[in-house]
């Protein structure tokens, strides 16, 4: 398991080499839901890591959400066939065409979408490359196009212990339709009493190196966000 600082696949730790058995460890602990994302698909370096993920995905009963490098409608049914509750797109999304294809193929439920920013604007291509596209505008696009599961990090927060970008996100506070999931920065139980207080709207939070770390527990974390 790899954590990266700002998106930076230069700036990672290695938190496991066992995968699968992080994934059990999460769900024996209460997770909810497992989020995955193949780095290594992402990045388009090496090969992908879907045999892990399948067992994975064979393994643990909670619901799992896959993404890194499902750039074609094929990968994506492929994951959903796996098990995998939904995937997440990220750069293709940004392409009407694909993104009417993905949703006519699996359904819209099966579908999520990373909206990944730096400074406002979506990012793509593993966080390497910035659009001229602005995180808000995107996710009212989104919202037109009638999709369910939107997964909103602030680059410049993730993997920084820093806090979520909590202002960012109050934008959205009015849309409806759209379940968020906030990701990047969350570090302590104090951010999440944050985001259930300012954002009560977001559906749900990614915590990575928080857990690893062990700034709090999976059960610290469910008391305050399902209270």
Do not use: C
């Amino acid at each position: 398991m790899v954590r990266l600082y700002r998106g930076d696949i230069n700036q990672s730790k290695v938190y496991s080499t066992d995968p699968v058995g992080m994934a059990v460890k999460w769900e024996k602990e209460g997770a909810h839901l497992l989020h995955i994302v193949d780095l290594s698909a992402a990045f388009g370096k090496g090969d992908d890591h879907m045999g892990t993920i399948g067992e994975i995905l064979g393994t643990v009963k909670i619901p799992v959400q896959v993404g890194g490098g499902i750039r074609s409608v094929e990968k994506a049914r492929e994951l959903i066939k796996m098990g995998a509750a939904r995937v997440i797109v990220g750069t293709r999304s940004i392409e009407e065409e694909f993104l009417n294809d993905l949703v006519d193929s699996i359904g819209a439920e099966r579908v999520a979408v990373g909206v990944d920013t730096i400074n406002g604007v979506v990012a793509v291509k593993g966080w390497t490359t910035k659009t001229d596209l602005r995180g808000d505008d995107f996710v009212l696009y989104l919202n037109s196009k009638g999709i369910k599961w939107v997964i909103y990090t602030d680059i410049s927060r993730d993997g920084t212990m820093q806090g979520p970008n909590i202002a960012a996100m109050r934008h959205f506070a009015d849309l409806h339709g759209i379940n968020f999931i906030a990701s990047g920065g969350v570090s302590s139980l104090d951010d999440l009493k944050r985001l259930k207080q300012e954002a009560p709207f977001v559906w749900g939070v990614i915590a990575g190196k928080a857990l690893y770390e062990k700034t709090f527990s999976v059960k610290e974390a469910n008391t305050i966000l399902d209270s």
